[in-house]
């Protein structure tokens, strides 16, 4: 625990200007980032008597063992910094508020030649207009259920798109009238568009324009004595008005708004959030985050509107934010709204009338959603701090593991060896530390020696950190420490600065490192952990055949008693890592089997190995073509040409495609269907999992 004096700046060193700090501590890991109006009135609070700190600004200021600042020109722009850093370095004693999972939104797909609607959740693509977010998904599929009665905007994904144009068959939902079937030419791509059009302006609140036109048709409809459209249209007109039924009105005026309450107490503090288009909820979400310091509740609406707005652009940022308290100070906070949307954003407190009842009941969700979260967290957090207290008593640790990594190795009887490492952080998943690896020290099944690699390569670049040898060249440590690169050409290890001080993925040492395996596993951790001389560092492995926990040095397993709370632990973490390798296994097995020939070409890239494919019909064809006739594809010079006629020439003929429900040897004259990356017939045979069990 540092003492802050120790790193205090000397009188007049901070400047009485805007801008925004950092404390790190002594790994210089980002731990806490702030603005202020003025730095050096600022920083001066955290330099005072211990005593008179919050306890868990204490906490910071004591973890903390240096501080440094940066100075802008406005506070605006400290806003924005602010934003930035947080984001990006994710200090450990920053206001962040957290959810238990990502809100799903209602997406149409406008960037495509025949939009799709669909439920999407995560970052938000270009192209794509969004409408939500829900609470539930099942909420979005009823929705459109309903809507597509009047709107059969195509809601398929591509693989099934692909197949129905192919067979000239549509699905079942063009066969009943809920999809206008552009996959078989029932609707052209501009009448599509025009539709997917029609179905976003009724999702964002223009609805009276097509009710009215409904009613009209029906009407007239029913004057010409077609009574069946009429009634079609009469059903239609029903699902609409159910569909907004869904989101009842709540505000007369029409208005789009998002209201934010806050409920707080000394430790924590939940956020609620309704987002409010066309004067109609169309959303809800809530966050629950620490209280970090001493913050008031303006502080915490400021840190929300940075996380809801942050990402957000144009008329994702409503014209009104009603809040419970004002930030201060709040024209920053109003300029930089107005920034992200493009036009003046209207912060303020509601009064009066429906505004303010509408936020006393986002206020009574806020106030809920703490009292639920704080039942659940007491539970867990007594659960998992006499889980840590279980594994320190049972091995022997002189203090609860904060960190623990786990490890494992997969692979498929000796191929696509790989090997996990998946974080706990005070019992919790740290998924954003989760590395995986390619073993390439040597070929074949070796489970001992591949988890010796692992390990030294990990707690090598370890000790790269500690002794702080500054930037990391990729071509030298491929040659030293045999690192290597992840199947999509994404280095495993980037690039490591010792100054930074953003989030990386080697530079912090576990209390315990536990192994999946049993005594041989353990042995060679612990040997590589002896050959760099790391001796602070526990070790452990859990066999999964009896669920026994194996310590080095010792014949004899510890047993946990299998109500404990620390064994569960153990096993969810070992679990985790055999998930996390497994996948990865997979993912390199499945790459491999879709190898072909043409992947291997020099200078061939994705697009143009299509184009070959798609002109050709297969590669059986491409392999029989001459040199001019690969010519005539677009973008394929003489030189390529040859050169793709030499690696045909030297690959041998793919194995012909089989259809394993019926034994049909499937004709490579016809077009290929079964291609993979290349465009090579995926050779049938006996299921993976048949061919040899994965570990």
Partial sequence: MADPSSYRPRPGEIPDSPGVYRFRDEHRRVIYVGKAKSLRQRLANYFQDLANLHPRTRTMVTTAASVEWTVVSTEVEALQLEYSWIKEYDPRFNVKYRDDKSYPYLAVTMNEEFPRVQ?????????????????????IRDTVDLLLRVFPVRTCSAGVFKNAARTGRPCLLGYIGKCSAPCVGRIGPEDHQDLAEEFCDFMAGRTGTYLRRLEKQMMEAAEEMEYERAARLRDDIEALKKAMEKNAVVLADATDADLIAVAEDELEAAVQIFHVRGGRVRGQRGWVTDKVEEITTGALVEHALQQLYGEETGDAVPKEVLVPALPEPVEPVQEWLAGRR???????????????????????????AL??????????????????????????LDSAPLRIECYDISHLQGDDVVASMVVLEDGLQRKGEYRRFQIKGFAGQDDVRSMHEVITRRFRRYLAEKEKTGEWADGEETATNGESALPDGEPLTSSLKDDDGRPRKFAYPPQLVVVDGGQPQVAAARRALDELGIDDIAVCGLAKRLEEVWVPGEDDPVVLPRTSEGLYLLQRVRDEAHRFAITYQRTKRAKRFRAGPLDDVPGLGETRRQALIKHFGSVKRLRSATIEQIQEVPGIGRKTAETIAAALAQAAPAAPAVNTATGEIIDDEEPDTTAGSSGEPVTAGLPDERRGQET
């Fill in 342 to 368: 493009g036009a003046n954003v209207s912060l303020r407190i509601p009064q009066r009338g429906d505004k303010k009842a509408l936020m006393e009941t986002v206020q009574r969700n806020a106030q809920q």
């Fill in 119 to 139: 439920v999407m959740r995560g970052h938000k693509k270009k192209g794509v207009r969004y409408f939500g977010p829900y609470g539930h998904a099942w909420a």
């Fill in 371 to 396: 009292a639920l979260h704080k039942t659940k967290r007491a539970s867990d957090l007594t659960t998992r701090s006499r889980a840590l207290e279980e594994i320190a008593e049972a091995l022997d």
